[in-house]
């Protein structure tokens, strides 16, 4: 069973920044994340980053970050490291996040994937997601 705990520690910090690397954020903006640069941000208004546990194992991270107003929804980022995955716990881990956003009064939730994440985005649609947009993400290198 999946379980989630608040991160809390400076190890659970430690941890969830150690996550973003290129195996498991290789359709990720943010290819990686410092355990400070992870505090700053946790504690932004609204936002909540969990690990996610299984047989008191840590196998991944969310976070959900609420709108000014919870009705208008809530956005939220995942990562399941690597050698948990294909075993079911991208399902679950919607779940736990449905019920989060439940809790907090979302009456939606909704994440970026990139179009060429398949397995990402097969789980999100057996959760019952729906594509609403295509983005164009673009950029220059310089110098």
Not at 23 to 41: C, H
Not at 55 to 67: A, E, L, Q
Request: hydrophobic share 35%.
């Amino acid at each position: 069973m999946l379980e989630k705990k608040i991160i809390s520690t400076d190890d659970d910090y430690l941890y969830v920044s150690s996550l973003f690397r290129p195996e498991n954020t290789e359709f990720f903006q943010t290819k990686e994340i410092s355990k400070n640069r992870l505090k700053e941000i946790s504690v932004q208004p609204g936002r909540s980053d969990f690990i996610l546990f299984s047989d008191c194992k840590k196998i991944g991270w969310f976070h959900i970050t609420v709108s000014a107003n919870p009705c208008d929804g809530v956005v939220f980022g995942i990562i399941i490291d690597k050698p948990f995955r294909n075993k079911g716990f991208g399902h679950d881990a919607m779940r736990l996040i449905e019920d989060e956003a439940f809790k907090i009064g979302a009456k939606k939730i909704s994440l970026k994937v990139s179009e060429c994440n398949g397995s990402a985005i097969k789980v999100y649609e057996d959760a019952g997601f729906k594509q609403i947009e295509r983005q164009i993400l673009m950029e220059k290198e310089i110098g």
